[in-house]
C-alpha cells in the first residue's frame, strides 16, 4: 500500500480526496499543521506528496523547495491558480505535476497512479523477483520457469509484479485495476478479468497453472 502525505486547507476538498485515495487502497495522512509540512514529511515518510499552492503561513512553492532538497519522492500540485507561470513555477520548485482546480477525482488518481508507477515500479530495471522457482525478469517483462519462457504484455506485466510483490497476501480487483491505469484513461472490471485469465494461461504454459487462486469476494492470492 503505498502512503501519500496530502497537505490542503480547504477542508472540504481534504476530505474528498482523503476519502477517495483511501478507497482505492491508499494509506493518506492529512496534514494540518502547515508551519511544520517539512517535520511531517520527514516524520510520515510518505511516497507521494499533495500539496496545495495556497497555505497559511508559508505557501506551497515554499514546501515544495524544502521537501525536494530532502527527498525525490514525487509531488503533485493542486491549486486554483491557472496561469502559465504559476505552473512553471511548480515544475521549477521540484514539482512533478500540476492539477487544477476544480478537478476531476478520476484524472487526479489516475496521476497519481502514473506518478507512483514511474518512480517506483519502472526504476528497477535490472531487478527479478522470484518465487518457487519462477522468475519474473523486470527488464524485458519476461516470465522463467524450468528453462522455459514467455512474453507479458504491459498490464500482464504490472498484474505480475503486483503479485510477486504480494506472495501470499490478498490482493484485491480494486488494486489490481488501480495498478493498470493510464493516465487519465479508467480500466474497467472486464479488461482486469480479460487480463488476469491471459496472464493465468501463460502461466500454465510454463507449469505455474496453481500460482494465482480466486478468493470470492476478496480478490486473488498468489502461493
Known amino acids: 500500500m503505498f502512503s501519500i502525505m496530502l497537505v490542503e486547507d480547504d477542508d472540504k476538498i481534504r476530505t474528498i480526496v482523503a476519502d477517495t485515495l483511501r478507497r482505492w487502497?491508499?494509506?493518506?495522512?492529512?496534514?494540518?499543521a502547515y508551519d511544520q509540512v517539512l517535520a511531517e514529511f520527514n516524520r510520515l515518510g510518505p511516497q507521494l506528496v499533495l500539496l496545495d499552492v495556497n497555505l497559511p503561513v508559508l505557501d506551497g512553492y515554499h514546501w515544495c523547495q524544502q521537501i525536494r532538497a530532502a527527498s525525490k519522492v514525487p509531488i503533485l500540485f493542486l491549486s486554483s491558480?491557472?496561469?502559465?507561470?504559476?505552473?512553471?513555477m511548480a515544475m521549477n520548485m521540484g514539482a512533478d505535476d500540476f492539477v487544477q482546480k476544480p478537478f476531476d477525482l478520476g484524472v487526479l488518481v489516475a496521476k497519481v497512479n502514473a506518478l507512483l508507477r514511474r518512480n517506483?515500479?519502472?526504476?528497477?530495471?535490472?531487478?527479478?523477483?522470484?518465487?518457487?522457482?519462477?522468475t519474473l525478469n523486470v527488464a524485458n517483462?519476461?516470465?522463467?520457469?524450468?528453462?522455459?519462457?514467455?512474453?507479458?504484455?504491459?498490464?500482464?506485466?504490472?498484474?505480475?509484479q503486483l503479485f510477486m510483490r504480494s506472495i501470499g497476501k490478498i490482493v484485491s480487483r480494486e488494486e489490481l485495476m488501480q495498478a493498470l491505469w493510464r493516465e487519465e484513461q479508467f480500466v474497467d472490471d472486464n479488461t482486469l478479468t480479460v487480463?488476469?485469465?491471459r496472464l493465468r494461461r501463460k502461466l500454465a504454459q510454463l507449469g505455474m497453472e496453481d500460482l494465482i487462486t480466486t478468493r470470492k469476494g476478496m480478490g486473488y492470492i498468489a502461493e
Open 120 to 134: 517506483y515500479l519502472y526504476h528497477e530495471e535490472s531487478l527479478q523477483l522470484a518465487h518457487r522457482g519462477l
Open 195 to 197: 487480463n488476469v485469465n
Open 81 to 88: 491558480r491557472n496561469q502559465n507561470m504559476d505552473m512553471i
Open 25 to 32: 487502497q491508499f494509506q493518506v495522512f492529512e496534514v494540518t
Open 141 to 160: 517483462s519476461t516470465l522463467h520457469y524450468q528453462g522455459k519462457s514467455t512474453e507479458l504484455s504491459r498490464n500482464e506485466f504490472i498484474i505480475m
